[in-house]
């Protein structure tokens, strides 16, 4: 029997340490203190990087997700240091510019993407395709039924629901709905018509309006969610489990909202801008509607920021554009390419105090190695090009003539999670600020054999560590690194990046399948290496966590 509903199952370990303390402890240097405002969206990066930097080199960074516009009239207003937008300054869309001298410094990138919920011959469907003529005509109101010629076209061989489509769209002032409606303004105006802006026209009644970003996902995650498609940021589409549809590039081939297509795409930004040059990049494997967050930082002292206050800036922006931009695919977002980072680092340079600009030689950004070049660089050759079969057909190419094969395929609908044989995990003696000999998690094997093959992540979630005798006594999880491998390989199942003990951030997706991709009966075996990094000011004493495994079905 084929399962209607998802499908989880999970095993706990305990993890423990014993914390010791050294005689001596050193200390970052004193730093003056600078306060951020800005976009919701980069707030999750933003707070990332300021734990890390507070760990090492010891600054201290405020920030506040008060939204774009606030935050830049706040910077106009010298009441801040630094404002993280999501609307470029000087494009007619935002209002309150800063009259000190100014620049802007691209820090968060990601992509537009169009969640939906749609069921086709009775299941989710969850691999639709748009041309961007599709996507205008369904938010400008043309397109109103799913089973459209022009849909069907994106999708041939998809039975699509002669269903009414319901776009659900931002009925506050936001940088997608500002992204989108440029880029149907310059790419599709013979379908648009209502010209760019942060505030979604009124198009018809079959529309529904929502505030906020979780406000349209939480819409397609109601009952009456069937049959609607959004616009939202990228990270929040997969932080609600919602499919994104495959957009179609210039190539000619249909693209998901990756971390890699939205990169490679914004290799054709400007530092100022997002337009055409990502629009129309010619790489096979762009995602077109990429797009970037940016921090707004003085060129000049004033009457509040400080050259003390710039080298703290600079400090921090050069982190989060190299070390940084490795934690954006596991918050939903895109590390920005060698381009972007190459501009960016001449405005680091022009803050004053600034502590420097940025080395290319040294920067751990996980897009460019040294010696590496924007049209040649890890990134750009490391991404696989897309398969064939998400090249758009040319019109009438359907048809076909040949001999039918008829064969059966049985499966014995299984799908369980084997734990690690071991139940706990001991590093023995640690002190503050050191790490532990490394520990292997044990091997666990995922089975997928069922009769539907959904596809399934697994996800691992660490408690943090709370002392044994006196429960009072704790520090953050984060302390706990990962680096997880495949022992038994299976083509569709991808593993996660290893996170840094001291720094990782749960839970995160340690491992996912595809849908249509199995593991046989021999399954999918895992296993994964521990690291645990005591902080510097955590008391003494016993400490346990608990590591739980999940495996979700899709």
Same mark, same amino acid.
């Given at each position: 029997?084929?399962?209607?509903?998802?499908?989880?199952?999970?095993?706990?370990?305990?993890?423990?340490?014993?914390?010791?303390?050294?005689?001596?402890?050193?200390?970052?240097?004193?730093?003056?203190?600078?306060?951020?405002?800005?976009?919701?969206?980069?707030?999750?990066?933003?707070?990332?990087?300021?734990?890390?930097?507070?760990?090492?080199?010891?600054?201290?960074?405020?920030?506040?997700?008060?939204?774009?516009?606030?935050?830049?009239?706040?910077?106009?207003?010298?009441?801040?240091? %630094?404002?993280?937008?999501?609307?470029?300054?000087?494009?007619?869309?935002?209002?309150?510019?800063?009259?000190?001298?100014?620049?802007?410094?691209?820090?968060?990138?990601?992509?537009?993407?169009?969640? $939906?919920?749609?069921?086709?011959?009775?299941?989710?469907?969850?691999?639709?395709?748009?041309?961007?003529?599709?996507?205008?005509?369904?938010?400008?109101?043309?397109?109103?039924?799913?089973?459209?010629?022009?849909?069907?076209?994106?999708?041939?061989?998809?039975?699509?629901?002669?269903?009414?489509?319901?776009?659900?769209?931002?009925?506050?002032?936001?940088?997608?709905?500002?992204?989108?409606?440029?880029?149907?303004?310059?790419?599709?105006?013979?379908?648009?018509?209502?010209?760019?802006?942060?505030?979604?026209?009124?198009?018809?009644?079959? %529309?529904?309006?929502?505030?906020?970003?979780?406000?349209?996902?939480?819409?397609?995650?109601?009952? $009456?969610?069937?049959?609607?498609?959004?616009?939202?940021?990228?990270?929040?589409?997969?932080?609600?489990?919602?499919?994104?549809?495959?957009?179609?590039?210039?190539?000619?081939? $249909?693209?998901?909202?990756?971390?890699?297509?939205?990169?490679?795409?914004?290799?054709?930004?400007?530092?100022?801008?997002?337009?055409?040059?990502?629009?129309?990049?010619?790489?096979?494997?762009?995602?077109?509607?990429?797009?970037?967050?940016?921090?707004?930082?003085?060129?000049?002292?004033?009457?509040?920021?400080?050259?003390?206050?710039?080298?703290?800036?600079?400090?921090?922006?050069?982190?989060?554009?190299?070390?940084?931009?490795?934690?954006?695919?596991?918050?939903?977002?895109?590390?920005?390419?060698?381009?972007?980072?190459?501009?960016?680092?001449?405005?680091?340079?022009?803050?004053?105090?600034?502590?420097?600009?940025?080395?290319?030689?040294?920067?751990?950004?996980?897009? %460019?190695?040294?010696?590496?070049?924007?049209?040649?660089?890890?990134?750009?050759?490391?991404?696989?090009?897309?398969?064939?079969?998400?090249?758009?057909?040319?019109?009438?190419?359907?048809?076909?003539?040949?001999?039918?094969?008829?064969?059966?395929?049985?499966?014995?609908?299984?799908?369980?999670?084997?734990?690690?044989?071991?139940?706990?995990?001991? %590093?023995?003696?640690?002190?503050?600020?050191?790490?532990?000999?490394?520990?292997?998690?044990?091997?666990?094997?995922?089975?997928?054999?069922?009769?539907?093959?959904?596809?399934?992540?697994?996800?691992?979630?660490?408690?943090?560590?709370?002392?044994?005798?006196?429960?009072?006594?704790?520090?953050?999880?984060?302390?706990?690194?990962?680096?997880?491998?495949?022992?038994?390989?299976?083509?569709?199942?991808?593993?996660?990046?290893?996170?840094?003990?001291?720094?990782?951030?749960?839970?995160?997706?340690?491992?996912?399948?595809?849908?249509?991709?199995?593991?046989?009966?021999?399954?999918?075996?895992?296993?994964?290496?521990?690291?645990?990094?005591?902080?510097?000011?955590?008391?003494?004493?016993?400490?346990?966590?608990?590591?739980?495994?999940?495996?979700?079905?899709?």
């Amino acid at each position: 029997m084929i399962p209607t509903r998802p499908r989880a199952t999970a095993t706990a370990i305990a993890v423990a340490a014993l914390l010791v303390v050294p005689t001596t402890a050193a200390y970052a240097e004193d730093s003056a203190s600078i306060s951020g405002e800005g976009s919701t969206w980069a707030q999750n990066a933003v707070d990332l990087w300021r734990r890390d930097v507070a760990a090492a080199p010891g600054l201290t960074v405020f920030y506040a997700g008060v939204g774009s516009a606030a935050a830049v009239s706040d910077l106009a207003a010298e009441r801040v240091d %630094f404002a993280v937008t999501d609307i470029p300054l000087g494009d007619g869309a935002s209002t309150n510019v800063p009259s000190v001298p100014h620049a802007s410094v691209p820090v968060v990138a990601g992509g537009i993407a169009f969640a $939906y919920d749609l069921v086709v011959d009775g299941r989710p469907f969850r691999d639709l395709r748009l041309s961007g003529d599709a996507v205008a005509g369904i938010f400008s109101g043309v397109i109103t039924r799913w089973d459209d010629p022009l849909l069907r076209a994106d999708n041939p061989g998809v039975a699509l629901p002669a269903q009414d489509i319901t776009p659900v769209v931002r009925a506050d002032a936001a940088a997608t709905s500002l992204g989108l409606t440029r880029w149907m303004q310059s790419e599709h105006s013979d379908v648009w018509s209502l010209g760019a802006s942060t505030v979604f026209p009124a198009v018809g009644p079959a %529309f529904r309006a929502r505030n906020g970003s979780l406000g349209v996902v939480g819409d397609l995650a109601q009952s $009456y969610g069937r049959g609607a498609i959004t616009y939202v940021e990228n990270a929040s589409a997969v932080g609600a489990g919602l499919p994104t549809a495959k957009i179609l590039n210039t190539a000619g081939y $249909y693209v998901a909202p990756t971390p890699e297509a939205v990169s490679i795409a914004l290799g054709g930004a400007t530092p100022d801008a997002i337009g055409t040059g990502v629009w129309r990049h010619p790489d096979a494997r762009a995602y077109p509607l990429a797009t970037v967050s940016s921090a707004i930082v003085p060129t000049q002292p004033t009457r509040v920021f400080t050259a003390e206050k710039g080298r703290t800036l600079s400090q921090f922006l050069e982190h989060a554009l190299c070390r940084g931009q490795q934690d954006a695919a596991g918050l939903g977002n895109a590390p920005l390419p060698l381009g972007l980072v190459r501009s960016a680092a001449g405005v680091l340079a022009a803050i004053p105090g600034s502590a420097g600009g940025i080395d290319l030689a040294t920067c751990a950004n996980p897009t %460019f190695v040294p010696g590496d070049s924007a049209v040649d660089n890890v990134l750009l050759r490391s991404t696989p090009m897309p398969p064939d079969s998400d090249k758009r057909m040319p019109s009438g190419s359907e048809g076909s003539t040949g001999t039918d094969i008829d064969v059966t395929v049985t499966a014995s609908d299984l799908f369980q999670l084997t734990a690690p044989t071991a139940t706990s995990i001991d %590093f023995g003696d640690l002190g503050r600020g050191r790490d532990g000999v490394a520990r292997t998690l044990g091997r666990f094997t995922v089975v997928d054999d069922r009769n539907r093959l959904a596809g399934w992540s697994m996800q691992i979630t660490v408690s943090d560590f709370i002392g044994t005798g006196d429960p009072a006594p704790r520090f953050s999880s984060s302390a706990l690194g990962i680096d997880p491998r495949e022992v038994v390989h299976h083509d569709g199942v991808v593993v996660a990046s290893s996170q840094e003990a001291g720094r990782a951030v749960y839970p995160m997706t340690l491992a996912s399948a595809a849908p249509g991709t199995t593991t046989t009966l021999e399954g999918a075996t895992f296993d994964a290496d521990l690291a645990l990094r005591v902080p510097r000011d955590a008391a003494v004493g016993d400490y346990r966590s608990t590591v739980t495994l999940t495996l979700i079905a899709r």
